[in-house]
């Protein structure tokens, strides 16, 4: 089933990706996959099973049996070691991109702030590599750095900041963490688009009407949070459309 989040952009069942079909273009939109994650915690003494690779494409197969598409964007960090593409993290990107290869006839990545290393597999690959990429009235970015945004802005696609809500029930004080999609009204008159993270480990940072709690320049500078809307993606059930984050401060808690 899909879900209207703004014109043209709909989340798909309970899976954080989007679909967009606006004109010609029809396409699946997913953020934060950061394959390698796993690689990066053994560093740290810390061993936890392998499954950012089989998540990120169970997500986009589950994705594909309720929308026909030919394109796949990814808006940053397909990948997470900052300093080097590690052994195990080369492998599932090696894999992830041959398995996006076969399933669509456009792959494109939108540089994130993970993404060191990632030209060179991309010109070996053949997949679109972009700082950030404009369709018509649409800007794609990780969202990770400062920008201005043109007059032909009226829509940002972005991730970087890994969205979930997290309610706390006023009587018995239990709080309900869920991975949204934000739509945020932004000062210049357009709007951005926040993507939850596709990894298996990336559960999410509470949204707030706080600028400060924002990891993104774009959000910290034109956000009008007290009038954002996040779309709770309830497991098994769907996407929820929640009131704005004004509406709701006093039941938000921040973890």
């Known amino acids: 089933m899909l879900y209207e989040i703004y014109d043209g952009i709909y989340g798909v069942d309970d899976l954080p990706i989007a679909y967009l079909s606006t004109g010609s273009l029809k396409s699946l939109v997913l953020a934060d996959i950061h394959l390698g994650f796993e690689e990066y915690m053994a ?5 936890i099973p392998r499954m950012q690779l089989n998540k990120a494409i169970d ?3 589950k994705a594909l049996n309720t929308v026909d598409v030919d394109t796949l964007i990814i808006v940053g960090d397909i990948k ?4 080097k593409l590690g052994r195990r993290e080369s492998k599932d990107l090696h894999e992830f991109i041959l398995y996006a290869k076969k399933r669509f006839n456009r792959v494109v990545l939108v540089r994130g702030n993970h993404d060191n290393f990632i030209y060179s597999l991309s010109q070996r690959y053949g997949i679109e590599f972009y ?3 404009e369709i018509g009235n649409m800007l794609f970015v990780h969202g990770h750095k400062k920008m201005d945004l043109g ?4 829509l940002v696609i972005m991730g970087h900041e890994h969205p979930s809500i997290a309610l706390k ?4 004080e239990t709080v309900t963490k869920l991975p949204c999609f934000l739509r945020i009204p932004l000062q210049n008159g357009s709007t951005a688009i926040v993507l939850p993270a596709a990894g298996a480990y990336q559960t999410g940072t509470s949204v707030s009407t706080s600028p400060e709690s924002y990891l993104s320049p774009i959000i ?8 954002a809307k996040p779309f709770a993606i309830v497991e098994n ?3 929820f459309e929640l009131p704005t984050l004004s509406a709701v401060e006093d039941l938000l808690a921040m973890f």
């Open 43 to 47: 560093t740290k003494g810390v061993y």
């Open 59 to 61: 997500i986009i197969e």
């Open 80 to 83: 997470h070691l900052f300093d």
């Open 131 to 133: 700082e950030t990429m």
């Open 151 to 154: 007059d032909n802005t009226k």
């Open 169 to 172: 029930d006023p009587v018995t």
């Open 220 to 227: 910290k500078r034109f956000g009008v949070l007290r009038d």
């Open 237 to 239: 059930e769907g996407l």
